[in-house]
Protein backbone atom coordinates (compact mmCIF):
# COMPACT_ATOMS: atom_id res chain seq x y z
CA UNK A 1 0.00 0.00 0.00
CA UNK A 2 1.70 2.99 -1.30
CA UNK A 3 1.36 6.47 1.43
CA UNK A 4 2.63 9.88 0.75
CA UNK A 5 5.95 10.95 2.77
CA UNK A 6 6.66 14.53 3.71
CA UNK A 7 10.39 15.52 3.04
CA UNK A 8 10.14 18.45 5.89
CA UNK A 9 11.13 20.68 2.66
CA UNK A 10 7.78 22.39 2.26
CA UNK A 11 6.95 25.93 3.51
CA UNK A 12 10.16 26.40 5.53
CA UNK A 13 10.26 30.24 5.06
CA UNK A 14 6.41 30.74 6.19
CA UNK A 15 7.89 29.16 9.67
CA UNK A 16 10.96 31.94 9.75
CA UNK A 17 9.34 34.92 8.98
CA UNK A 18 6.14 35.02 9.82
CA UNK A 19 7.40 35.38 14.12
CA UNK A 20 8.70 38.49 13.28
CA UNK A 21 6.50 40.12 11.53
CA UNK A 22 3.97 39.17 13.59
CA UNK A 23 5.56 40.40 16.38
CA UNK A 24 6.22 44.12 15.37
CA UNK A 25 2.69 44.44 13.38
CA UNK A 26 1.35 43.15 16.90
CA UNK A 27 3.76 45.88 18.91
CA UNK A 28 2.61 48.67 16.74
CA UNK A 29 -1.10 48.17 16.73
CA UNK A 30 -0.81 47.52 20.51
CA UNK A 31 0.65 51.34 20.30
CA UNK A 32 -2.21 53.26 19.15
CA UNK A 33 -3.00 54.96 22.10
CA UNK A 34 0.18 56.46 21.55
CA UNK A 35 -0.11 56.98 18.09
CA UNK A 36 -3.67 58.74 18.87
CA UNK A 37 -2.51 61.50 21.44
CA UNK A 38 0.48 62.28 18.92
CA UNK A 39 -2.16 62.90 16.09
CA UNK A 40 -3.99 64.44 18.42
CA UNK A 41 -1.96 67.48 19.90
CA UNK A 42 -0.36 67.32 16.61
CA UNK A 43 -3.31 69.55 15.46
CA UNK A 44 -3.40 73.33 15.46
CA UNK A 45 -4.90 75.09 18.13
CA UNK A 46 -7.36 77.94 17.85
CA UNK A 47 -5.57 80.23 20.05
CA UNK A 48 -2.45 80.65 22.09
CA UNK A 49 -0.73 82.92 24.50
CA UNK A 50 -2.19 83.51 27.72
CA UNK A 51 -5.85 82.43 26.39
CA UNK A 52 -4.14 78.90 25.84
CA UNK A 53 -2.68 78.54 29.01
CA UNK A 54 -5.75 79.60 30.94
CA UNK A 55 -7.96 76.63 28.67
CA UNK A 56 -5.71 74.59 29.55
CA UNK A 57 -5.20 75.51 33.25
CA UNK A 58 -9.05 74.82 33.69
CA UNK A 59 -8.87 71.34 32.08
CA UNK A 60 -6.21 70.45 33.85
CA UNK A 61 -8.63 69.17 37.29
CA UNK A 62 -10.42 67.02 34.69
CA UNK A 63 -7.49 64.96 34.58
CA UNK A 64 -7.52 63.85 38.08
CA UNK A 65 -10.71 63.60 38.23
CA UNK A 66 -11.56 61.00 36.06
CA UNK A 67 -9.25 58.72 38.04
CA UNK A 68 -11.58 59.53 41.05
CA UNK A 69 -14.61 58.88 39.66
CA UNK A 70 -13.01 55.63 38.03
CA UNK A 71 -11.80 54.69 41.40
CA UNK A 72 -15.01 55.51 42.98
CA UNK A 73 -16.92 52.99 40.46
CA UNK A 74 -14.70 50.07 40.61
CA UNK A 75 -15.46 49.58 36.94
CA UNK A 76 -11.80 50.46 34.58
CA UNK A 77 -13.87 49.83 31.28
CA UNK A 78 -15.70 53.23 32.15
CA UNK A 79 -12.39 55.08 31.53
CA UNK A 80 -13.02 56.15 27.83
CA UNK A 81 -16.47 57.10 28.09
CA UNK A 82 -16.13 59.32 30.64
CA UNK A 83 -13.41 60.63 29.11
CA UNK A 84 -15.88 61.48 25.70
CA UNK A 85 -18.25 62.95 28.63
CA UNK A 86 -15.71 64.95 29.48
CA UNK A 87 -14.19 66.34 26.36
CA UNK A 88 -17.91 67.39 25.16
CA UNK A 89 -17.89 69.32 28.25
CA UNK A 90 -15.13 71.21 27.84
CA UNK A 91 -16.12 72.22 24.31
CA UNK A 92 -20.04 72.79 25.63
CA UNK A 93 -18.80 74.83 28.51
CA UNK A 94 -16.55 76.89 26.57
CA UNK A 95 -19.46 77.33 24.25
CA UNK A 96 -21.64 78.70 26.44
CA UNK A 97 -19.28 80.75 28.39
CA UNK A 98 -21.10 80.55 31.58
CA UNK A 99 -19.56 79.08 34.34
CA UNK A 100 -15.72 78.35 34.68
CA UNK A 101 -14.80 74.83 33.25
CA UNK A 102 -13.01 74.32 36.44
CA UNK A 103 -15.50 75.08 38.66
CA UNK A 104 -17.59 72.65 37.16
CA UNK A 105 -15.14 69.98 37.51
CA UNK A 106 -13.99 70.79 41.13
CA UNK A 107 -17.85 70.42 42.11
CA UNK A 108 -18.07 67.04 40.36
CA UNK A 109 -15.42 66.10 42.79
CA UNK A 110 -16.39 67.55 45.94
CA UNK A 111 -19.72 65.80 45.21
CA UNK A 112 -17.63 62.58 44.33
CA UNK A 113 -15.74 62.82 47.71
CA UNK A 114 -18.10 63.93 50.17
CA UNK A 115 -19.86 60.23 48.59
CA UNK A 116 -16.51 58.66 49.54
CA UNK A 117 -16.43 59.84 52.62
CA UNK A 118 -20.10 58.88 53.89
CA UNK A 119 -19.82 55.50 52.53
CA UNK A 120 -16.27 55.00 53.84
CA UNK A 121 -13.72 54.60 50.75
CA UNK A 122 -12.36 58.15 51.73
CA UNK A 123 -10.96 56.72 55.11
CA UNK A 124 -9.86 53.20 53.94
CA UNK A 125 -6.49 52.51 52.22
CA UNK A 126 -7.06 52.37 48.28
CA UNK A 127 -6.89 53.48 44.87
CA UNK A 128 -9.78 55.65 45.93
CA UNK A 129 -7.83 57.87 48.76
CA UNK A 130 -4.21 57.68 46.29
CA UNK A 131 -6.81 59.22 43.81
CA UNK A 132 -8.74 62.06 46.28
CA UNK A 133 -4.72 63.15 46.59
CA UNK A 134 -3.67 63.06 43.52
CA UNK A 135 -7.03 64.96 42.60
CA UNK A 136 -6.04 67.22 45.30
CA UNK A 137 -2.23 68.32 44.17
CA UNK A 138 -3.08 68.57 40.60
CA UNK A 139 -6.47 70.74 41.34
CA UNK A 140 -3.99 73.14 43.54
CA UNK A 141 -1.49 73.44 40.64
CA UNK A 142 -4.14 73.98 38.14
CA UNK A 143 -5.98 76.99 40.50
CA UNK A 144 -1.86 78.17 41.93
CA UNK A 145 -1.41 78.37 37.98
CA UNK A 146 -4.82 80.49 37.27
CA UNK A 147 -4.06 83.06 40.00
CA UNK A 148 -0.41 83.55 39.66
CA UNK A 149 1.50 85.95 37.62
CA UNK A 150 1.14 84.99 33.82
CA UNK A 151 4.48 83.84 32.95
CA UNK A 152 5.34 82.28 36.21
CA UNK A 153 1.40 80.29 35.73
CA UNK A 154 2.45 79.22 32.93
CA UNK A 155 5.05 77.20 34.20
CA UNK A 156 3.17 76.02 36.90
CA UNK A 157 0.59 74.91 34.43
CA UNK A 158 3.18 73.25 32.66
CA UNK A 159 4.41 71.83 35.34
CA UNK A 160 0.76 70.27 36.57
CA UNK A 161 0.59 68.34 33.06
CA UNK A 162 4.06 66.82 32.70
CA UNK A 163 3.42 65.47 36.34
CA UNK A 164 0.00 64.30 35.73
CA UNK A 165 1.89 62.62 32.92
CA UNK A 166 4.22 60.62 35.14
CA UNK A 167 0.89 60.03 37.15
CA UNK A 168 -0.27 58.53 34.32
CA UNK A 169 2.80 56.28 33.15
CA UNK A 170 2.78 55.45 36.62
CA UNK A 171 -0.39 53.73 36.47
CA UNK A 172 0.60 51.97 33.28
CA UNK A 173 3.18 50.72 35.01
CA UNK A 174 0.80 49.53 38.33
CA UNK A 175 -2.13 48.31 35.86
CA UNK A 176 -4.35 50.08 38.23
CA UNK A 177 -7.12 52.02 38.12
CA UNK A 178 -7.68 53.27 34.93
CA UNK A 179 -7.80 51.38 31.58
CA UNK A 180 -3.97 51.02 30.57
CA UNK A 181 -4.77 52.26 26.97
CA UNK A 182 -5.90 55.71 28.43
CA UNK A 183 -3.11 55.65 30.86
CA UNK A 184 -0.62 55.48 27.81
CA UNK A 185 -2.54 57.94 25.73
CA UNK A 186 -3.33 60.33 28.56
CA UNK A 187 0.79 60.17 29.57
CA UNK A 188 1.66 60.83 26.17
CA UNK A 189 -0.96 63.95 25.59
CA UNK A 190 -0.12 65.15 28.91
CA UNK A 191 3.96 65.43 28.56
CA UNK A 192 3.69 67.39 24.84
CA UNK A 193 1.02 69.91 26.27
CA UNK A 194 3.38 70.60 28.77
CA UNK A 195 6.35 70.99 26.27
CA UNK A 196 4.41 72.92 24.28
CA UNK A 197 3.09 75.35 27.34
CA UNK A 198 7.09 75.51 28.13
CA UNK A 199 7.60 76.60 24.79
CA UNK A 200 4.80 78.75 24.06
CA UNK A 201 4.92 82.32 22.37
Not at 78 to 105: C, E, F, H, K, Q
Request: charged share 15%.
Amino acid sequence: MATTQHTGHEEPHMDHRTPGRTHWTRFLLNRWPTALALAMTALPSSGGGEGAVGVFAQVLPLLPLLYLVVAKVGRRGLTWPLLGVGLVSVVGLRMLDVVAISTVYVSIALIVLVWGAFDGHLRRPGEFRLQALGWAAFTALALTGLVADPDLGRYVIAAGWFLHGVWDFVHLWRNRTVARSFAEWCGVVDVVVAVQLIFLV
